[in-house]
């Protein structure tokens, strides 16, 4: 087996090759969103909203006319992608389906003999979306309070979740963050519904979840981690032992990073975009506002290691014990992290508020810098249909943002 050996730098590049975060742009409109998720196979959905959800805000990062409306239409109006779980909540393309059929029979098993109270109105839920079409958990009149997986809820929800996490259900659309379910037979097609597992046993199970995950970083280590959730029946030695099955059938490549002691995995297929990426001497940075599920933050360690950079989400933390924000947000350049700055929107008129502002530490601040940020933040602007920024002339002050007042309006 040959093993890859490379530098940081060049780590950090394939990373943002692969990420489409490198060229800048070269994605674009839905056909941009759909082939981005079809290399990394999932994005990672959230519900907090402040400047967009989770996946507009990483779309926005690397598509390049990207609107909300876009993901809306693929999900919603086309059926190109599906709201599902992967790792967390996420979102995939359509055609994945059959290879999460394990997972629904599994979720089947277990559901179905954990909540007597929840399989007995299940008929009743089914006639109610029969006569009335697609619906959300108050449009039942089942207010009983169960315990359910996460935590007690109502009963109309824990009825619907079910049914949706076995497959009899898919998201037709949403109100916000409210789910409206409808059943799947009315928008998926036969072929699809009735598509065997691709992955006859669990180790092919193993092998195919395992290679979309790394997949969907670019390099991944088989360090235990959060990157790891959602692959069934999977600890360290299953992961381990796929890993090495993977390297023996040549379809993972093993990867020496300078100055990184543990090995990284690349999967067979990216090969040509990674020496690709080696051969290229020609880097532009540019500016880039990241979300903070990022595909690319999936491995905070493994960041840490590759960009120096530590990235942490504080939104269930105490405000005394926050080193930062409730919710902030990573500001790339070039191969760098350089900044972080917690964002908000102000009402009514809609305008885009930066709160907070950290420079990375030993950032060289440049005109070059300045104009590339003014440059991302005026694509932030647009994506988010804001007319100006808002930043206190105190923070500005702090921070040396001078170069921001240009899209104040001032």
Not at 27 to 48: A, E, N, T, W
Not at 219 to 239: N, P, Q, Y
Not at 246 to 271: A, C, F, H, W
Request: net charge positive.
């Amino acid at each position: 087996m040959n093993t890859l050996t490379i530098t940081k730098s060049q780590a950090r590049r394939f990373l943002l090759a692969h990420q489409g975060l490198w060229p800048p742009y070269t994605l674009k409109g839905k056909r941009g969103v759909l082939r981005y998720i079809r290399r990394v196979g999932c994005i990672q959905f959230d519900p907090l909203n402040i400047v967009g959800h989770n996946p507009e805000l990483m779309l926005q990062a690397r598509v390049s006319d990207f609107q909300p409306s876009m993901l809306q239409e693929l999900l919603y109006a086309e059926r190109k992608l599906l709201d599902g779980r992967d790792k967390m909540m996420s979102i995939y393309r359509v055609e994945d389906w059959p290879y999460f059929r394990r997972r629904r029979a599994s979720t089947q098993q277990r559901l179905g003999r954990r909540f007597e109270p929840v399989e007995a109105i299940l008929p009743q839920v089914r006639q109610a979306i029969e006569d009335y079409g697609p619906l959300t958990s108050l449009d039942l009149a089942f207010n009983q309070r169960v315990d359910w997986a996460w935590a007690p809820t109502r009963l109309a929800r824990a009825a619907l979740e079910t049914m949706y996490f076995e497959g009899e259900l898919i998201i037709h659309h949403k109100i916000h963050t409210r789910k409206v379910y409808d059943f799947a037979t009315r928008h998926l097609s036969e072929d699809l519904l009735s598509a065997p597992d691709p992955n006859e046993t669990e180790a092919q199970y193993h092998d195919w979840h395992v290679l979309r995950r790394i997949g969907g970083v670019g390099l991944l280590w088989s360090k235990a981690g959060e990157v790891w959730l959602g692959i069934l029946r999977m600890k360290s030695r299953e992961r381990i032992r796929t890993i090495q099955r993977l390297l023996s059938q040549g379809r993972v490549l093993e990867v020496r990073v300078e100055g990184i002691p543990t090995p990284l995995y690349l999967r067979s297929d990216d090969l040509v975009r990674f020496q690709q990426t080696l051969d290229t001497d020609d880097w532009m940075p540019h500016a880039a506002v990241l979300a903070p599920l990022d595909n690319l933050l999936w491995d905070r360690q493994l960041v840490h290691e590759v960009f120096g950079f530590d990235y942490l989400c504080e939104v269930y933390k105490p405000v005394a014990e926050r080193r930062f924000g409730y919710y902030v947000l990573p500001v790339l350049y070039g191969d760098r992290f350089v900044a972080r700055f917690e964002p908000g929107r102000e009402n009514p008129s809609g305008a885009f508020v930066i709160k907070n502002w950290w420079w990375e530490a030993n950032i060289h601040q440049s005109e070059t810098l300045y104009a590339s940020l003014r440059h991302c933040f005026t694509r932030f602007l647009s994506y988010l249909g804001a007319n100006r920024m808002i930043i206190d002339r105190t923070l500005v002050e702090r921070e040396q943002l001078e170069f921001l007042t240009p899209l104040t309006g001032r």
